[in-house]
């Protein structure tokens, strides 16, 4: 299997400016974690999903932040509009069970100028 | 709520051991750990389940303590290839489809010659 696919890798961004992480879970994986890591705050769960449908965003920093997945194989994190304190790495992983092993993707470096 | 992890950081010579302690102030359902070496993703190490059960992965092993709400991570004679940033993650189950997985601060673990 590819892993977890995570895009872009880097992103460099202007303060204001809309920004969309994407990512693809391993296929037959129903559990998707979006979690950011930055060296003061370490790895912040901000939103997980199980079977498509939103179980917890109360992670999620502010209404800046949104999270959709609209089937299995896809999810998004968008911000917008983006700060210089949104830059960080945000990284995106799954598990085939709610409970199990997490699968990290190799994670998208935000920089917000 | 993150759990606690201690140390924050410590050096080894090859062959050395080492004790990583997780503890959380709230009930656990279980401890997962991860390693990351720099720039690259969380790798899973382990997941524990039950008060008391230990697993090992390589020379790498860990304990739970589920009335205790701790877990430790074992370093037994270690490797150059040990080196990297162990997390421990938490979840209280809340119910089946309910599993918040939050990360401890990390310890940084260096091997040397």
């Known amino acids: 299997d590819a892993g977890v696919i995570q895009s872009p890798r880097h992103e460099v961004t202007e303060m204001g400016q809309e920004v969309t992480l994407r990512c693809k879970p391993i296929?037959?994986?129903?559990?998707l974690f979006w979690y950011r890591q930055t060296m003061m705050r370490g790895l912040e769960l901000l939103i997980y999903?199980?079977?498509?449908?939103?179980?917890?965003d109360s992670g999620m920093p502010e209404d800046r932040f949104s999270a959709k997945m609209p089937n299995a194989s896809f999810s998004t994190l968008k911000i917008q509009p983006s700060e210089p304190r949104d830059s960080a790495v945000y990284f995106c992983?799954?598990?085939?069970?709610?409970?199990?092993?997490?699968?990290f993707g190799e994670g998208s470096r935000l920089t917000v100028l | 709520q993150q759990p606690v992890q201690s140390p924050q950081a410590v050096i080894l010579r090859e062959g050395e051991d080492a004790v990583i302690n997780c503890s959380s102030s709230?009930?656990?359902?279980?401890v997962h750990w991860y390693r990351q070496k720099h720039g690259e993703a969380p790798v899973f190490l382990m997941i524990?389940?039950?008060?008391?059960e230990q697993k090992g992965h390589e020379k790498i092993s860990a304990s739970f303590n589920e009335k205790k709400q701790q877990s430790s991570l074992y370093l037994t004679a270690s490797q150059l290839s040990y080196s990297g940033t162990y997390f421990c993650?938490?979840?209280?189950?809340?119910?089946?489809?309910?599993?918040?997985?939050?990360f401890g601060a990390g310890t940084t673990v260096t091997v040397r010659a």
């Open positions: 993650g938490t979840a209280p189950r809340r119910g089946s489809n309910d599993y918040k997985l939050s």
């Open positions: 992983a799954s598990s085939s069970q709610m409970g199990g092993e997490l699968f």
């Open positions: 524990l389940l039950k008060g008391g």
């Open positions: 296929s037959g994986h129903n559990s």
């Open positions: 709230k009930a656990l359902y279980s």
């Open positions: 999903f199980n079977n498509n449908v939103p179980i917890d």
